[in-house]
């Protein structure tokens, strides 16, 4: 299951977002991670990705990807905007 | 001069940021230019990445790299604290 792979970073409380990432390669021994984030949370996103490869999963955990991208989309009022997005993938490091 | 090619994204307006980087880009024919922030600008520098690459310079420009690293250091209450810092490469694409 790819989804069960995916972490969408919002408003939540911030270790909530990094306990579930340490969960997902411990007690789940999953080999990949991606955090996901738009517009304002995706400085969250980083700082996510950061304390659970630096903090929790040192020398077991990188990171191994980052994309950024746009979405375009009609807001409430009718108008065109735009947000951007990342996505950071974590891996397993090779041991 | 490699600091020429650096643009750090701060709290100055944002069309400051995407315009700084266009004419590093056009009128100083730069190859590649770095955007680096820390913390909350993370995000705001993503989106100046996007609206340079995409929405002015597209098919110009693109994004070749992402890196997210952490700094710490000690706070004016002598505590340690960690603050994400991101660093985004736009090249030329080769034509």
Not at 16 to 36: D, G, H, L, P, W
Not at 44 to 73: C, G, Y
Not at 77 to 92: A, C, D, Q
Request: hydrophobic share 40%.
């Amino acid at each position: 299951m790819a989804e069960d792979n995916v972490i969408f970073v919002g408003e939540k409380p911030f270790m909530n977002y990094v306990t579930a990432i340490v969960m997902q390669f411990t007690t789940k021994n999953a080999a990949e991670i991606t955090i996901k984030a738009r517009g304002k949370f995706i400085s969250r996103a980083v700082d996510v990705a950061e304390v659970a490869s630096k903090r929790f999963l040192n020398d077991q955990v990188k990171v191994n990807d980052i994309k950024i991208d746009s979405e375009e989309f009609t807001n409430k009022e009718g108008k065109e905007v735009r947000v951007s997005t990342i996505e950071i993938t974590l891996s397993k490091k090779q041991s």
